[in-house]
């Protein structure tokens, strides 16, 4: 592999003439990785390291999403069938009810400087030198300011490890319309220099954590009894409990709710590690639990909420670079991080009510693998005149097989 090394240096030509031969990849291959779509060769590059191509994953709308009476075309990137249609049936049924209601926090991130090898005073001498070290983490991140953000907090505790006790220092910045990770390192970076000065002891990790307690947002909605049935009701209300319950569970129902947040951080070009990150460390804040909940009110309506950190942005590096998130962004009309942040909340309980609804009733197979046929006929080599006549003769015959796709398109031919 010594071959590779320096490979960032090389043109994208000198790479994809090196990855061809190494890899044995054939004209056609370097073709298709060569199709980077809306993304010019320059932008990608500048996105990644030792970049050779592109991969697409498909972009689709969930309509009729009506969130604090404002109704949105919710842009989702995501390469699972059925993942789309139950986020729109979930806001269909939703609509009807009123919609969702929701709120999100100022959007305060958090970040961490560890102090190490300090003295058994270092706390004692912080908090002396507090208002110093306010003064210049606020300088540090004083462009946040006239645009309303700015440093919100400055605090600071011991840990113990068993390498020894540190210092955490914590910094909590509102990075408004932005995810805010650049801004909270950059000033982390700034200000533990002074840290030291004052208390000892050697600078390690200075970074932002993505558990973003200070930036929660919440959703809710009221499924009206009639609107969804009885039995629906009381299907969705065992299957949260279950995921209440029990860790396996609650795993898989977290992640139904991922496939919608995450689909649009995808579509509107936020880091979906980050929010994935900020999720399931808030579910494991004292136990593994659901991060929506489901109950029944006085007069038979399922009301359903959802609570978790969402650290996404308008602005930034990445949404400005790529051509489709920012066309997600128009589509979706959110005018803040604050507002997408709100609408990503209602998709994840959207997502969560449909797949539980599916789940409680007639099962999750039916609806998904009606929708998955299309790809199984595709993959089985239909063309796409033939992709939906194989698509239902799949779900005919309940048997969702490449094998079985390929023996109705020999069918379908006359063979
Ligand atoms: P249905 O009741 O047959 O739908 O549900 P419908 O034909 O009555 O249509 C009602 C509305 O649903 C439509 O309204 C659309 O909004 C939407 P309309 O546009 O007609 O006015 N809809 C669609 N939208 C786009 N494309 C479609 C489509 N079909 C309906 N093809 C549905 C069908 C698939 C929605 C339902 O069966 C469902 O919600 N299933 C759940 C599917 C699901 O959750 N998939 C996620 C992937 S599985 C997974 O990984 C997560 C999981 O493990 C999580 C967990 O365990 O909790 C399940």
Request: one cysteine or more; aromatic letters at 4%; charged letters at 25%.
């Amino acid at each position: 592999m010594e071959k590779f090394s320096g490979f960032y240096k090389l043109t994208i030509e000198e790479r994809m003439k090196l990855l061809k031969s190494e890899c044995k990849l054939s004209e056609e291959e370097v073709k298709i990785l060569l199709d980077t779509g809306s993304l010019s060769h320059e932008a990608a590059n500048h996105m990644v390291e030792n970049m050779v191509g592109a991969t697409h994953i498909p972009l689709g709308i969930a309509p009729g999403f009506v969130v604090n009476g404002k109704e949105y075309v919710v842009p989702m990137a995501i390469e699972e069938p059925s993942v789309i249609a139950a986020a729109s049936k979930g806001a269909k049924l939703a609509k009807e009810c009123g919609g969702f209601t929701a709120d999100a926090d100022e959007p305060v991130m958090m970040g961490q400087v560890q102090i190490v090898g300090m003295g058994k005073d270092a706390l004692a001498k912080f908090e002396k030198n507090k208002a110093e070290i306010n003064a210049k983490a606020k300088e540090l991140c004083a462009q946040m300011e006239k645009y309303g953000g700015g440093l919100r907090g400055v605090g600071a505790r011991i840990l113990e490890t068993n390498r020894g006790s540190m210092l955490i220092a914590e910094f909590a910045v509102d990075v408004r319309d932005a995810m805010g990770a650049n801004t909270v390192n950059t000033m982390l970076e700034g200000v533990s220099p002074l840290i030291v000065e004052k208390c000892g002891g050697k600078a390690r990790l200075r970074i932002l954590t993505n558990l973003a307690l200070l930036r929660k947002v919440r959703a809710k909605c009221v499924w009206k009894k009639g609107v969804v049935s009885e039995e629906e009701i009381e299907g969705i209300l065992d299957g949260y409990a279950l995921a209440a319950n029990d860790i396996f569970r609650c795993a898989t129902h977290n992640k139904g709710i991922m496939n919608g947040i995450d689909a649009v951080a995808v579509a509107t070009g936020n880091d979906w590690r980050a929010v994935e990150a900020g999720a399931h460390s808030f579910a494991a804040m004292g136990g593994y639990r659901p991060l929506t909940r489901f109950h029944k009110d006085g007069k038979g309506n399922l009301v359903g909420e959802i609570e978790l950190p969402l650290a996404v942005g308008t602005i930034g590096g990445s949404i400005k670079t790529n051509p489709v998130a920012q066309i997600s962004l128009k589509i979706l009309g959110a005018k803040s991080a604050r507002e997408l942040s709100m609408v990503m909340a209602a998709v994840g309980l959207a997502q969560n009510f449909a797949a539980l609804r599916a789940l409680g009733t007639e099962g999750i197979q039916a609806g998904h693998m009606r929708l998955h046929g299309a790809n199984i006929a595709v993959i089985a080599g239909a063309k796409p005149e033939e992709v939906e006549k194989v698509a239902k003769k799949l779900a005919e015959s309940k048997e969702y097989s490449a094998e079985n796709a390929k023996k109705i398109l020999k069918g379908l031919r006359g063979g």
